[in-house]
């Protein structure tokens, strides 16, 4: 979907997710060095990518966001720079890719794993449970800050130019704020999650993520009610990332709906 909006053209977009999936390797601890070197490899093959396209784009604009994207680079006092456009577009690929995607593979599994709350899928109980499900199995673990002045956050000092660790995934599962915080609960009412950020940077495509997931869900759990784990999937190695290589799933029946 996001291919789309962005006007990648429909021939190369099997590129987009081996580069995306390689790239955020980088933000792994402890990388081995040839996954480090392939991460790099991708990012600039997928810079140099999006640098054609932006030059297509501007020869042939199109109605798609990276023709606007140039339009306001070109023009309007040049708000954009050229960099800006690529580090938006890289962003925005990588959104759907690797966080988007991994909610809707760690969903289902956590739903295969608790029958009932599959079960209990319906339109009404939609919005709560895609919240839940990023809260259940966040695909975001972690997200770094970097300080830039003297700060103390619990008792603990750090210093201008150190780094924190912002554990989500640990932080959807606080039991100071969530009821039975391990509990799958596809209805949950109050649902404070940080699974989107908070503050200044609080997920920009969140009301897009949310239709997404909610898309996703409502059709498969139409169209293969049955669904049953095929067998165990396959999970990626990485920790910041957190999400699922494949999810075999198999089914009685399928409606035409
Ligand atoms: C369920 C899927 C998604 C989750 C769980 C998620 C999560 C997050 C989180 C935790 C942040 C904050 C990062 C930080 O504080 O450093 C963030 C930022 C961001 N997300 Fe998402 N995201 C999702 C999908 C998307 C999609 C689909 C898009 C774009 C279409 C998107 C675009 C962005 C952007 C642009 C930012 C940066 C905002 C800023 O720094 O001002 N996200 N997201």
């Known amino acids: 979907m996001i ?96 966080a988007t995607v991994n909610v809707i593979g760690n969903g289902v599994y956590a739903l295969m794993r608790h029958r009932s709350q599959w079960e209990r899928l319906s339109p009404e109980v939609m919005p709560t449970a895609v919240e839940e499900l990023i809260r259940y199995d966040s695909p975001l673990q972690l997200f770094e800050r970097t300080a830039t002045e003297r700060v103390e956050i619990a008792g603990h000092v750090i210093e201008p130019g150190e780094k924190i660790a912002a554990l989500l995934g640990a932080a959807a599962r606080d039991p100071l704020v969530f009821e039975n915080p391990d509990t799958l609960d596809v209805g949950r009412e109050k649902n404070q999650h940080l699974g989107f950020g908070m503050g200044i940077h609080y997920c920009l495509g969140a009301p897009l993520a949310r239709i997404e997931v909610e898309a996703a869900l409502s059709s498969l759990h139409r169209k293969l009610p049955g669904a049953v784990l095929a067998e165990e999937p396959n999970r990626r190695a990485e920790f910041v990332i957190r999400g699922l290589h494949s999810l075999p799933l198999s089914a009685d029946s399928v409606s035409g709906a």
Do not use: C
Request: glycine content about 6%; cysteine-free; aromatic content about 6%.
């Open 3 to 98: 291919a789309e909006l962005l006007g990648v053209p429909g021939q190369d977009r099997y590129l987009l997710q081996p580069w995306s999936n390689a790239i955020v390797k980088m933000y792994e601890y402890g990388l081995p060095p040839e996954q480090q070197q392939a991460a790099e490899r991708a990012a600039t093959e997928f810079v140099a990518y999006l640098r054609e396209l932006i030059a297509l784009r501007r020869k042939n604009p199109g109605s798609d966001l990276v023709s606007d994207l140039v339009a306001v680079t070109d023009t309007d006092g040049a708000r954009l720079t050229e960099d800006e456009l690529v580090a938006t577009a890289v962003l925005l690929l990588m959104a759907g890719h690797e």
